[in-house]
């Protein structure tokens, strides 16, 4: 079960993924959310964050010349989490030697079918909100997801915690999960929670 850390904007979070070790970290790189950071930000943390914990930036919306000229060669994946279309996708992917993933904001199952074919290396599926691209603490229709045949990897995201985690895995069974405000207090990452939910996953026991 892969893990990915998202929202990380502090030092403090960077000292406690080095600690805890999830495969990926997630940086909000499109401004104007709750849990953004600028490039400034976004590189000092990188350069203090273990190599071996793959980055991933998270923008909405943007113009391809945003992500490369900026963040694209300092990214291990680049996650489109906004309206993006399968012509944008295939664009960047000409332009960028990362993986490319897409967040759907999971309203109904062709939502999914019509990521699923857009040709993603990841899809990231997240709770639907019609106001908000991430980041609400709704979790997903898991009824949804599990109706539609996926072929393409998936994370599964939205208000996932200690408490619903592994009936979400159960349920869906996805090739990872991907957690933010249920690894924080106060709206700031909390060390007692990323660390009980990390032993939580990786001891691989759902039951």
């Not at 900026?70 to 960028?96: F, P, R, S, T, W």
Request: charged content about 30%.
């Amino acid at each position: 079960m892969k893990i990915k850390l998202c929202g990380i904007r502090r030092l403090e979070d960077i000292r406690y993924v080095n600690e805890f070790k999830p495969d990926y970290v997630g940086f909000i790189l499109s401004q104007g959310f709750r849990r953004s950071i600028g490039l400034g930000t976004f590189c000092e943390l990188k350069s203090y964050l273990d190599k071996n914990i793959r980055t991933v930036g998270v923008f909405v919306n943007e113009p391809l010349k945003y992500i490369l000229k900026y963040y694209a060669e300092e990214l291990d994946v680049i996650q489109l989490h906004g309206d993006e279309n399968a012509e944008y996708l295939q664009e960047l992917k000409k332009m960028v030697k990362c993986k490319i993933w897409k967040a759907v904001r999971v309203k109904n199952a062709e939502d999914i079918t019509i990521a699923d074919k857009m040709g993603a290396d990841l899809l990231l599926l997240d709770s639907f909100s019609a106001n908000e691209y991430g980041g609400t603490g709704k979790t997903a229709d898991w009824s949804i997801i599990n109706s539609v045949n996926i072929k393409t990897p998936f994370f599964l995201a939205g208000g996932l915690n200690k408490d619903n985690i592994c009936d979400a895995v159960r349920t869906v069974k996805p090739y990872g999960i991907d957690i933010s405000g249920g690894i924080e207090t106060d709206g700031f990452k909390d060390k007692e929670k990323i660390e009980n939910i990390m032993k939580l996953i990786r001891s691989g026991n759902f039951e």
